[in-house]
């Protein structure tokens, strides 16, 4: 069955979500993005074990050259920082708290999914 508002199939039929039980990935709360980050919220959203992690498995992939940190805040999770790192993310005053961000940009990947940079801008990008 296709949802007659999108060309998309149902998750249930979509071979990308194979093996993953039924809403899996359907939001918990419906509401817009806007409203939970346009307040800073200068804190870890993981902890310092997972942080560690994150940034052993940053330099176990030796990212060099211009990276793009999607999804950023007032922390990118790099254990030696890259010479040009770019910090995606939703509030401003996050954004330009971020000391390993040599620029940043306040996008909202839910109201326009289009990065806003050219094709092949990044030599690596990074979710956390």
Not at 18 to 27: L, N, V
Not at 88 to 110: C, I, K, P, Y
């Amino acid at each position: 069955m296709v949802n007659e508002e999108s060309t998309e199939p149902e998750p249930s039929e979509d071979p990308r979500y194979a093996g993953f039980p039924p809403g899996f990935f359907d939001r918990v709360d419906p509401s817009s993005d806007h409203n939970f980050y346009s307040e800073p919220r200068i804190v870890t959203h993981i902890d310092t074990d997972a942080i560690a992690a994150v940034g052993a498995l940053y330099e176990e992939l030796k990212l060099g050259g211009r990276i793009l940190d999607v999804m950023s805040s007032w922390v990118s999770h790099f254990v030696d920082t890259p010479n040009d790192l770019v910090a995606l993310g939703m509030n401003a005053f996050e954004l330009e708290e971020n000391r390993q961000a040599t620029s940043w940009v306040q996008h909202d990947l839910n109201l326009n999914p289009q990065l806003p940079f050219e094709d092949a801008s990044f030599d690596g990008v990074v979710c956390c």
